[in-house]
């Protein structure tokens, strides 16, 4: 009877770590923006546009801000393992430091973005989306 039971619960208990190491390695998705180049053909694809970005990544590799000479923008940014893109229409930036911006939106179906970057690209980002003065 107790060898039994004790095959039972050790069954149990290795279950029970096999799910857990399975759910933990399931949400263990750390993507992040390869390139720029990554980052201007999402967009691309988004908008249908074949103009050239210039892009702005932040630190942590997790959003980026591209944007044309025609002064139109998009901020991309990654949640878990999927990829989304918004233009910049409508959107609040706001300058939190020199080197560090928010973004969000009017409508709340698109998380608040938060980029950390060079201050002089940060600057030169806000220029060329005329929101900021020239550079």
């Known amino acids: 009877m107790?060898?039994?039971?004790?095959?039972?619960?050790?069954?149990?208990?290795?279950?029970?770590?096999?799910?857990?190491?399975?759910?933990?390695?399931?949400?263990?998705?750390d993507r992040r923006f390869k390139d720029k180049v990554e980052v201007a053909k999402?967009?691309?694809a988004y908008s249908g546009l074949q103009t050239e970005f210039d892009v702005l990544i932040s630190h942590n590799q997790k959003a980026a801000v591209a944007y044309s000479a025609d002064k139109s923008g998009y901020v991309a940014t990654i949640l878990g393992d999927k990829l989304l893109v918004?233009?910049?229409?409508q959107a609040k930036i706001m300058v939190i430091a020199e080197d560090r911006l928010h973004i969000s939106f009017p409508d709340f179906g698109f998380e608040?973005?938060?980029?950390?970057?060079?201050?002089?690209e940060v600057r030169q980002a806000l220029a060329n989306l005329g929101r900021g003065p020239p550079v």
């Open 112 to 120: 608040p973005v938060y980029i950390k970057a060079n201050s002089d």
């Open 2 to 29: 107790n060898a039994a039971l004790l095959t039972v619960l050790m069954a149990a208990a290795g279950t029970a770590l096999l799910a857990f190491v399975g759910f933990r390695l399931g949400l263990s998705v």
């Open 86 to 89: 918004r233009s910049l229409d």
């Open 42 to 44: 999402a967009v691309q």
